[in-house]
């Protein structure tokens, strides 16, 4: 199966932590960006961190300093460590991963974890 699979959301307090992972299909192959999306209702999907097979990373401006995305290219497995959440950190949040699956080059999400961060 090509869809990444997440885990590590929940529920937690403003000014705690969770981290999230993210395991894409052990088949893929060359899998060059793995990324964290977010999305509440009534609203687009927003990038949160995308970080490249060379280690390469991008954040939004409303996590840096708080978020830290990072892989094991050896597990195909992207992390995000959430730090002083904030209650606007309250979304869903979906893995990314490009790459090579059964022969096609794709685009693969996972189906999304719950973050839900109380004040």
């Known amino acids: 199966q090509a869809q990444p699979v997440e885990s590590g959301g929940g529920l937690v307090q403003a000014g705690g932590s969770l981290r999230l992972s993210c395991a894409a299909s052990g088949s893929m192959r060359s899998v060059h960006t793995m990324g964290w999306y977010r999305q509440t209702p009534g609203k687009q999907r927003e990038l949160v961190a995308t970080i490249t097979s060379g280690g390469s990373t991008t954040y939004a401006d409303s996590v840096k300093g708080r978020f830290t995305i990072s892989r094991d290219n050896s597990r195909n497995t992207v992390y995000l460590q959430m730090n002083s959440l904030k209650s606007e950190d309250t979304a869903v949040y979906y893995c990314?991963?490009?790459?090579?699956?059964?022969?096609?080059?794709?685009?693969?999400w996972g189906q999304g974890t719950q973050v839900t961060v109380s004040s």
């Open positions: 990314r991963a490009d790459g090579l699956y059964a022969g096609t080059w794709g685009v693969y």
